[in-house]
């Protein structure tokens, strides 16, 4: 965590732009980003801790497979599909700031939050 602290702390808040709906029926509907090149280069910092975390018999990071904002997860398929409709005729866009990354883990079948770490450049 001590890291992931020291990384948050030299890294700049990121502008990230979402841009219209997209769906993975039955799972979830949500918001695209428009440029993942923020977060790739962010991803790319967290991974200097890699060999601290192999060294120490643990997993690499590995970030997300996709990158997108959920905004409605696991519906009844009916529910689903209409939400989908409804939102596929919806134009989207809209500059946000990620200022704080969220360290989650899986226990027991959920997500559970074991960190919250700043993205505020020259804070350390």
């Not at 990230?16 to 695209?32: H, Q």
């Not at 280069?41 to 590995?62: E, M, S, V």
Request: charged letters at 20%.
């Amino acid at each position: 965590l001590r890291w992931l602290n020291r990384i948050s702390g030299n890294h700049e808040p990121l502008e990230l732009v979402l841009n219209n709906f997209g769906s993975l029926p039955p799972v979830w509907i949500y918001l695209r980003i428009q440029e993942m090149a923020p977060l790739r280069k962010l991803a790319d910092a967290i991974r200097a801790i890699d060999p601290y975390l192999t060294g120490n018999a643990q997993k690499p990071f590995l970030p997300a497979g996709r990158w997108q904002v959920p905004l409605f997860g696991h519906l009844p398929v009916q529910q689903q599909i209409c939400l989908s409709e409804l939102f596929a005729r919806k134009e989207y866009h809209k500059k946000i700031s990620l200022n704080v990354l969220q360290l989650e883990k899986k226990q027991s079948g959920r997500w559970q939050r074991c960190g919250m770490f700043p993205l505020v450049q020259g804070r350390l």
